[in-house]
Nanobody
Framework: QVQLVESGGGLVEAGGTLNLSCVAS????????MAWFRQAPGKERERLAQ????????DYADFVKGRFTISRDNAKNTVYLRMNNLKSEDSAIYYC???????????????WGQGTQVSVSS
């Protein structure tokens, strides 16, 4: 089965930058739409960004547009999220997710990582 493992979370000061990585194994990574989500305590999970298999089509949530950048390296089975100008409200658990070609029609994500904690201090 497909496994996703996030890394790169930690504590960062407001205004700083953090880079997250998600490594996939056990599947056809190069055919997946990949996405980053986050969930803070007491809030619903939010979709932050997604990127198509070829890295040419992508989408961002309005509230992170201009600050966050998603990218992927299919040779390394890895998707990245670069987060600039972090704010305290960005503190959350960050998850990566994979969508198979079959699920593209439904818009659902099939595989999820366990998450990495991002904490932004003021």
């Amino acid at each position: 089965q497909v496994q996703l493992v996030e890394s790169g979370g930690g504590l960062v000061e407001a205004g700083g930058t953090l880079n997250l990585s998600c490594v996939a194994s056990g599947g056809a990574f190069s055919t997946y739409v990949m996405a980053w989500f986050r969930q803070a305590p007491g809030k619903e999970r939010e979709r932050l960004a997604q990127i198509a298999w070829d890295g040419e089509n992508y989408d961002y949530a309005d509230f992170v547009k201009g600050r966050f950048t998603i990218s992927r390296d299919n040779a390394k089975n890895t998707v990245y999220l670069r987060m600039n100008n972090l704010k305290s409200e960005d503190s959350a658990i960050y998850y990566c997710a994979a969508q198979t070609r079959a699920s593209t029609w439904r818009g659902t994500f099939d595989y999820w990582g366990q998450g990495t904690q991002v904490s932004v201090s003021s």
